[in-house]
């Protein structure tokens, strides 16, 4: 699949306002549903004695049905005559923060919908919050449910003002403010007849307008070791392409031993090739007995992330127990794997509201978010979230537990 007719999103919200609906009329209004899951939704439907209900499509496991909430991310595909899309259908109960941000860091866009009645939630700001953190800039803001309010412009108005007054605050600026029922179909494929004070694009309009992001094979390449193995006398180095090329005759950089060799051999199961490319998981040789282990780092020369141990970062704490200062932690980070402690928390801050609730803390609540900085045992190698995701986003882990994510916004 051509990365440049493909845009992966995804969609954040409050629970139940309407995340799993808008995929389903999405599907539904791009026929690319086929016959036989329509009459299992309207089957489905009829039973519980509802509405046709889309949002039965993304909801496969059945916990999710008794309950009526969307649990993991789910990625599901549709396509228009301009291109095709991923939707990442992440989770809006707060519950599941975790699997919200690992939906969200996949994305290249995000649409952050709004119950028309309810308005602004408390997980709509988190959620928001989180696409900030995550630097997503592409934001297309849904207000979902327009059925239920009279197709009021009123009521538009005021919900889409207090979302972009949360997103101002936050530095995001909203490419679109929509006004939708996901449920009747109004202004997701077609323009609206109940809704005829809206002038603006549908929902398929406002997502073909958006841009891919630069391919990550344009980028100087990024080769975290995940393992070495040794096959018929070869030691054959393995791990996935984060971003550039790996080839054959390449001149290599090893972080954070130093060493500088070049590639051998680029080792594919059952293929003969001579290069790999950013998102492949491949293997190479290298023409000099170097060294090399899990958690090392190749580059190229002239091209490397930083090596350094001490640096700051935005951390959302996702455990009931709270961090302490200076507690010894592990830090993740690609294939690399250190010990480390929290040095100081500037800052400690609601992340539904964004209150500051103190400077220079000394602890970290569950669901909190903190501007820290972080020392760890040794250097690893790093790059600023805004440079090289790959490298710039790691999770925290206590007792083999992931206690919190975070990304990394200056080395120090």
């Not at 509802?50 to 049905?65: I, P, S, T």
């Not at 891919?212 to 344009?218: G, Q, S, Y």
Request: proline share 3%.
């Amino acid at each position: 699949m051509n990365h440049s007719d493909t845009l992966k999103f995804v969609i954040v919200g409050h629970v139940d306002h309407g995340k799993s609906t808008l995929i389903g009329r999405l599907f539904y209004d791009t026929d690319c549903l086929p016959p036989d899951k329509v009459e299992e939704i309207e089957k489905t439907s009829k039973e519980l004695g509802r509405e046709v209900e889309f949002a039965f499509l993304l909801d496969h496991l059945q916990e999710e049905r008794e309950q009526g909430i969307t649990i993991d991310t789910a990625q599901t595909f549709f396509k228009t005559e301009k291109r095709k899309y991923v939707i990442i259908d992440a989770p809006g109960h707060v519950e599941f923060v975790k699997n919200m941000i690992t939906g969200a860091s996949q994305a290249e866009a995000a649409i952050l919908i709004v119950d028309a009645l309810e308005g602004v939630k408390e997980q709509t700001r988190r959620h928001a919050y989180i696409l900030s953190l995550l630097g997503l800039d592409q934001v297309i803001v849904i207000i979902n449910k327009m059925d239920a309010v009279n197709y009021d412009e009123n009521r538009f108005n005021t919900v889409k003002n207090d979302v972009e007054k949360f997103l101002e605050s936050i530095n995001i600026k909203a490419k679109y403010y929509l006004p939708i029922s996901a449920l009747k179909g109004d202004n997701v494929a077609k323009k609206s007849e109940n809704m005829k004070w809206y002038q603006g694009v549908t929902v398929l309009e406002s997502l073909d307008s958006l841009k891919n992001k630069p391919p990550a094979e344009d980028k100087p390449l990024i080769f975290p070791i995940q393992d070495v193995y040794k096959i018929d006398g070869k030691r054959i180095n393995v791990g996935r392409v984060e971003a550039g090329i790996i080839e054959k005759g390449q001149i290599i950089k090893i972080l954070p031993t130093g060493q500088v060799t070049r590639v051998k051999s680029i080792e594919k199961f059952m293929e003969n090739t001579d290069r790999s490319v950013a998102g492949e998981s491949t293997g190479f040789t290298t023409e000099d007995p170097v060294f090399l282990e899990r958690g090392h780092v190749v580059c190229l020369p002239g091209n490397e992330p930083y090596l350094t141990d001490t640096f700051k970062a935005n951390v959302f704490w996702m455990f009931r127990k709270p961090l302490d200062i200076n507690e010894k932690i592990t830090l993740k980070c690609a294939t690399q794997e250190v010990s480390c402690r929290v040095q100081s928390i500037e800052k400690r801050m609601n992340s539904s509201t964004l209150e500051l609730l103190e400077r220079n803390a000394t602890i970290l609540e569950n669901l909190e978010v903190g501007e820290v900085i972080i020392k760890t045992k040794h250097p690893i190698a790093v790059k600023t979230f805004n440079e090289v995701q790959e490298l710039g986003r790691f999770v925290l882990e206590r007792d083999q537990l992931t206690c919190a994510g975070g990304i990394i916004t200056e080395i120090l």
